[in-house]
């Protein structure tokens, strides 16, 4: 609660995230009170690099959107998930790079990093990797998921994270994660698929096919009927369509005003507000909660810190 900044995530072209350290050195005893908050002792830090980048190819992951940091309370104690998706913004149609969607653990969250800390990477696999990767098959019976993380979720297991491969070719993120109770949402394009690939399309457009994911932040799993079939959430809901020819935009976070449960007047004793998550033109929320049910978040310094 001192009013400082501690931290700052930013992503760039090259697929790499980075972590600034600010100075929050408030107890300083000095009398040049300049060096409160000084930006010389800040420290950037290469916290993951996802470019993808070898000596046979000069095609690389780009961020063309912000990091989506989100607070988790595991146990105890708290970290934080860093989630975003690679995708070059200058190349929609690409179908080149193997793009994937991300999600980091700072466990770092009131300490700066270890002095030993090595920056996180996709390159290996098995035992010797960074991160689980969740990997998503598709076909004419749905879709097929290669899930390794176990129901624990991510904070189980010793890995920095995990990261979703795409099921299909050129499929990559172009806007920013929302993520909201348990769940991280975020939308995606598909290069030369059809809105409905059941329908032809008569005209010489580029198809484009674009999709909402909602995805459990800790496990990589399905969370909402996506599909609206009414039962329990599979791999089929982990995504729905949502347009054609278009990039879909960030998921829109709606406050609809508050109401009796059976949408009537407000009373002391009834009253609840559901906040909605909205894609683009879609008329329906993908997903919404009640607001009663968020925890209140808060952190304060120690004494004599």
Known sequence: ????????????????????????????????????????????????????????????????????????????????????GSGDRTRPLDTDVTNRFYVLKDEHL????????????????????????????????????????????????????????????????????????????????VPNVYANSESGVNCNLPEIQGRAYVINILTGASMVDLSGNGGNPNNNDLYTIISANEIPGNIQVIFNEPSASDGGQCTAANCVQYVDLRIGKKRSQITSYNSGILESVYWSQSQGQ
């Open 1 to 84: 609660r001192d009013g400082a900044i501690d931290r700052l995530y930013f992503a760039d072209v090259k697929g790499n995230v980075w972590r600034v350290e600010l100075d929050t050195d408030l107890t300083d005893t000095d009398s040049d009170t300049s060096s409160l908050y000084d930006l010389a002792d800040a420290k950037l830090i290469k916290f993951a690099d996802f470019s993808g980048i070898t000596d046979d190819t000069t095609e690389y992951r780009k961020f063309f959107s912000e990091p989506d940091v989100s607070i988790i309370r595991t146990g105890t104690s708290q970290s934080l998930l860093i989630s975003l």
């Open 110 to 189: 009131y300490s700066p990093l270890p002095e030993n800390f090595e920056t996180i990477t996709d390159e290996d696999t098995g035992d010797d990797s960074d991160l689980l990767a969740v990997t998503i098959s598709n076909s004419e019976n749905g879709i097929a998921v290669d899930n390794p993380i176990t129901a624990g979720g991510i904070f189980k297991s010793d890995k920095k994270g995990w990261y979703l491969n795409f099921g299909s070719e050129g499929e990559k993120v172009l806007a920013d994660s929302t993520t909201s109770h348990g769940k991280v949402l975020f939308t995606t394009i």
